[in-house]
Each structure stands twice: as structure tokens, then as C-alpha cells.
T-cell receptor, first 113, second 111 residues
Framework: AQKITQTQPGMFVQEKEAVTLDCTYD???????LFWYKQPSSGEMIFLIY??????QNATEGRYSLNFQKARKSANLVISASQLGDSAMYFC??????????FGTGTSLTVIP | DGGITQSPKYLFRKEGQNVTLSCEQN?????MYWYRQDPGQGLRLIYY???????QKGDIAEGYSVSREKKESFPLTVTSAQKNPTAFYLC??????????FGSGTRLTVV
């Protein structure tokens, strides 16, 4: 089974609107971490947000928030007030244990003016 | 500023040549990783190292080799045995299970 599943290969959003990028995960480890990364066309991977499995509240970082639904094993990224600069690939990732990481296949987001 | 430096940014390899991609970090991270990314695809793990002088194969290690003689450095050699090496290569490091810090990547092209 896939450890991280991103079912949206491509998404479009109007500038200034909010968008949700889906991510589901599979683990039996009670301690894990969930991450979202942004990859613009330049190729660098930019860390956006982190959610620990024991965190009670959803993580937020500026315009980014992580909708963490533990029972459903989902960790969707919500970007509010989309900007043209948000156009990029977005990867969901999970850490099991100390250093075992898994990445999803990514979602390409295009922000339309 | 702490970070990861990958060099070169662009690399061209002739058929049958070995090439080495550099990855250096000054974050004092124990774990380092090499990933390959093909166009429009996700990341695939080549090798990782959790401690100096030790490294493990990832999902696609064939045709690649690494060394970890120093904590700061984790070079990747793409050997002539790698039949389709054209890709984007990302190096990353992490500390005690926190998230990855990535380098800016190396684009390797076979000419």
C-alpha cells in the first residue's frame, strides 16, 4: 500500500481564492509527522508546514493550514488567498520513526489571475 | 546561514562516464539523503546515511554509489552502470526526525 497518496495530479484556483490539496497517509506507527513542501519551477523544495501525530490542533503557518483528520488519516493542505507565486508542485510527506520519510507523487497547482 | 549546498547546479555527462554530485551541509544534521526526480514525477530515494561511515540503499540504488566520510558531506556518484541518469537530483538532511532541509538540486543531462 502507498504510504502517502495525493490523488490530484493538477489543480487550478483563481487568484485570491482558497484551495485545498488532498493528502492521505498510511501508517501503523503511533508517532509520525506530516509535512508539506512546495517545489517551484526552479526545483528547490521549500518546507511549508508540519503536523505531529500527537498535536491536538491543526498546524498553521501564515496562509497555509493543515487540516489534520487523524481517524481518516488525512492531512490536507489549505492555502488561503491564493497568489500567483503559489503556482508550483506541492508534495505531502510523512516521517515514521526518526528518519524514515515517504513522499507523495505531488499536486501541480496553477493560480489563475 | 546554515543550509545545504549542492554543486554543480547543471551537469552534463557523456555516455560511459562517472560523475560525482556534491552535497555539503553545515546544519550539524546526522542524516543525509539523495533523491532522484524525473520530470513531472515525485521523489525516489537513492541512498541515505544516518551516521558517518554508514549508508543504506534506497529504492533505486542501482548504478549509484555514495560515501559518508564526514558528517558534513554526502557525495553521490552516478556510475556508467546507470543507464538512464538524466534527472534532477536533490540532496536533503534531517535532524532527529524533524523535516528535511533540501539543497537546491543538480540537473544532470547525458549528452
Amino acid at each position: 500500500a502507498q504510504k502517502i497518496t495525493q490523488t490530484q495530479p493538477g489543480m487550478f484556483v483563481q487568484e485570491k481564492e482558497a484551495v485545498t490539496l488532498d493528502c492521505t497517509y498510511d501508517t501503523s506507527d503511533p508517532s509520525y509527522g506530516l509535512f508539506w513542501y512546495k517545489q517551484p519551477s526552479s526545483g528547490e523544495m521549500i518546507f511549508l508546514i508540519y503536523q505531529g501525530s500527537y498535536d491536538q490542533q491543526n498546524a498553521t503557518e501564515g496562509r497555509y493550514s493543515l487540516n489534520f483528520q487523524k481517524a481518516r488519516k488525512s492531512a490536507n493542505l489549505v492555502i488561503s488567498a491564493s497568489q500567483l507565486g503559489d503556482s508550483a508542485m506541492y508534495f505531502c510527506a510523512m516521517r515514521e520513526g526518526l528518519n524514515q520519510f515517504y513522499f507523495g507523487t505531488g499536486t501541480s497547482l496553477t493560480v489563475i489571475p | 546561514d546554515g543550509g545545504i549546498t549542492q554543486s554543480p547546479k547543471y551537469l552534463f555527462r557523456k555516455e560511459g562516464q562517472n560523475v560525482t554530485l556534491s552535497c555539503e551541509q553545515n546544519l550539524n544534521h546526522d542524516a543525509m539523503y539523495w533523491y532522484r526526480q524525473d520530470p513531472g514525477q515525485g521523489l525516489r530515494l537513492i541512498y541515505y546515511s544516518q551516521i558517518v561511515n554508514d549508508f543504506q540503499k534506497g529504492d533505486i540504488a542501482e548504478g549509484y554509489s555514495v560515501s559518508r566520510e564526514k558528517k558534513e558531506s554526502f557525495p553521490l556518484t552516478v556510475t556508467s552502470a546507470q543507464k538512464n541518469p538524466t534527472a534532477f537530483y536533490l540532496c536533503a538532511s534531517s535532524y532527529l526526525g524533524m523535516g528535511y532541509t533540501f539543497g537546491s538540486g543538480t540537473r544532470l543531462t547525458v549528452v
